[in-house]
Structures are given as C-alpha cells and as structure tokens.
C-alpha cells in the first residue's frame, strides 16, 4: 500500500506564474489535508478536503491559492500568480474516511516550491 | 488562541543522555494528541498517539509521552538518546477534525 504521493518534490517558478502541486491520498482514504511549512514557523494548517468539497479552508490566504479534491483523480493545491513569499515546503496529509477526531494523517513528502 | 504550544525551539542534548520534549495544548474537550518525527528534507512520521486510557502511551523508535490532564501537557520522552534522533519534533492535537500542530523543537546531538 502505497503512502501519500506528492508531486514534484521539488518546483522552481518564476514570480507571476502558476503552480500546481499534486497529491494522492493513501488507498482507501477520503480526508486530505495541506499544511504549509516555513523555516522556523512549524506546519500552518491551510485547507481540509473531503471528496468533491472543502471542508475547512480557514488556513487558506484569500487571493491567488485555491485547493480541489476531485471525485477521480489527486488533490491538486494551486497558487495563482506566485511571489517570493511563497516559497516553502507544503505538505499534503490524507486520513480514512473513519470521520473520528482520533485518526491521524499520514504525511506525503512534500513538494519543495521555490519562487525566483 | 494557540491550540499547541512547544516552549523549547531548540534542544541539545548528548548522546545516550535522557530526552524530554515539552508540549502544552489547549482544547476544551478530551484531547486527542500526536507526536510526529520530521528529518531534514522529510516528510512527517508519527512517533505516537494519545486518544483515551493508559496516560503514559509507547511509541516507535523508543520514545513514550504521558498525557497530564492537571497540567495540559503531552511531553515525550526517551531514556537515552541516539545520534539518529536528530531531527524536528512536533506535537500536535486533532481539533475540529483537522490536526493542528505546534512550531517544533529541534533536537540536536552531541556525540
């Protein structure tokens, strides 16, 4: 059973262009997280999907980032028009569709995105 | 309100030395908590979790945490350390479904 997969690892764009970050759950799961990393910030919480819905976008900034979690395919987290200060390490996490406070996520690799 | 808090940014301890790593949380409800391991350049691993019964909870790699209700708090611990727990440590705690987690504390080994 293949663990999360998050692709690129690793992403270089240039200011004002798009990025789309890749994640597929773990078999069997229904529940996938992103979460953003910054040098000495810990893991930021951003957007909670379930299947064809978001359900908590609270972490999410308002302008230019947007998250999908398509009835076929991988969650796709998207950032519109990057700046420099989006660069950093996002994490994608997905859980079974248990619905209990008690599961935990299990973590992909993370994609390395780098604004230049 | 910071639902996870982890005092210590940085921890350096030698190696075969005791390890504790502290975490206070804050949530109304029965607590579910979490540590996670991360290496430079990784992913996070779960070292273990804490949802109800036995306080003082084992987990991979010979680390253990014990949940204090009377004190919030979740630390984990090891009895002696090895140069391959360098890493970034995170405690973390599920709310509302969705698992938020504290800044980490990094630990460092002196051989």
């Known amino acids: 059973n293949a663990g999360v997969m998050q692709n690129p690892r690793h992403l270089v764009r240039r200011r004002g262009q798009e990025a789309r970050l890749r994640c597929s759950p773990m078999?069997?799961?229904?529940?996938v997280y992103w979460y953003r990393q910054l040098p000495e910030e810990g893991l930021k919480f951003m957007v909670y999907?379930?299947?064809?819905?978001?359900?908590?976008e609270s972490g999410m900034p308002k302008e230019r980032f947007s998250a999908e979690f398509p009835k076929e395919g991988p969650s796709i987290l998207r950032i519109q028009q990057v700046v420099r200060g989006d660069s950093a390490a996002y994490f994608c996490?997905?859980?079974?569709?248990?619905?209990?406070?008690?599961?935990?996520?299990?973590f992909g690799q993370g994609t390395r995105l780098t604004v230049v | 309100a910071q639902s996870v808090t982890q005092p210590d940014i940085h921890i350096t301890v030698s190696e075969g030395a005791s390890l504790e790593l502290r975490c206070n949380y804050s949530?109304?409800?029965?607590?579910?908590l979490f540590w996670y391991v991360q290496s430079p350049g990784q992913g996070l691993q779960l070292l273990l979790k804490y949802f109800s019964g036995d306080t003082l909870v084992q987990g991979i790699k010979g680390f253990e945490a014990e949940f204090k209700r009377s004190q919030s708090s979740f630390n984990l611990r090891k009895p002696s350390v090895h140069w391959s727990d360098a890493a970034e440590y995170f405690c973390?705690?599920?709310?509302?479904?969705?698992?938020?987690f504290g800044k980490g504390t990094r630990l460092h080994i002196l051989p």
């Open positions: 999907l379930q299947k064809e819905n978001i359900i908590d």
């Open positions: 078999k069997g799961h229904s529940h």
């Open positions: 949530y109304g409800a029965t607590p579910y």
């Open positions: 996490a997905s859980s079974p569709p248990t619905g209990t406070r008690s599961t935990e996520a299990f």
């Open positions: 973390a705690l599920n709310r509302d479904d969705k698992i938020i």
